[in-house]
């Protein structure tokens, strides 16, 4: 119990590694510890990502565990980041959000990322297939 409650002060920490850290791992222990709230870690990621003053990292990490906990309300904010990050990893981690959590809608989008020539080529054509692939 300790440890839970310790990971979920870190996440509210302005540290960029710490709370990005601690929102993962409660993120893992609330698929295997019945009596974490999967909808207060979905939230706490929501949160982390749309914070705009807290660490790159932090927001990154955030971003992946929205994606994989199909949390849809971060759609907004990951097309947003996709096109306009000024930080490249920041704009792949919302690429790859893009493919996991994406409508049809996001095809055209990511199909234009794909054809950047830089680092940004690989994650665009990954979230498309996936995006794809879940969408038939």
């Known amino acids: 119990r300790e440890i839970r409650q310790g ?3 870190a996440t509210r920490q302005k540290d960029e590694t710490i709370s990005g850290t601690a929102l993962i791992n409660l993120h893992r222990l609330s698929e295997t510890v019945p009596d974490i709230d999967r909808d ?11 914070d705009e003053s807290g660490g790159e990292l932090a927001r990154i990490s955030a971003l992946q565990v929205c994606a994989q906990t199909g949390v ?7 097309r ?8 490249i990893p920041l704009k792949i981690s919302a690429i790859a959000a893009l493919g996991d959590l994406g409508a049809t809608s996001d095809v055209a989008l990511l199909t234009e990322l794909a054809k950047d020539s830089g680092r940004l080529q690989p994650a665009a054509k990954s979230a498309l297939e996936r995006l794809k692939k879940r969408h038939g």
């Open 7 to 9: 990971l979920r002060e």
């Open 40 to 50: 207060q870690v979905d939230r706490l990621a929501l949160a982390l990502a749309q």
């Open 72 to 78: 849809e309300e971060a759609l907004p904010l990951a």
């Open 80 to 87: 947003d980041l996709a096109q306009n990050a000024l930080s």
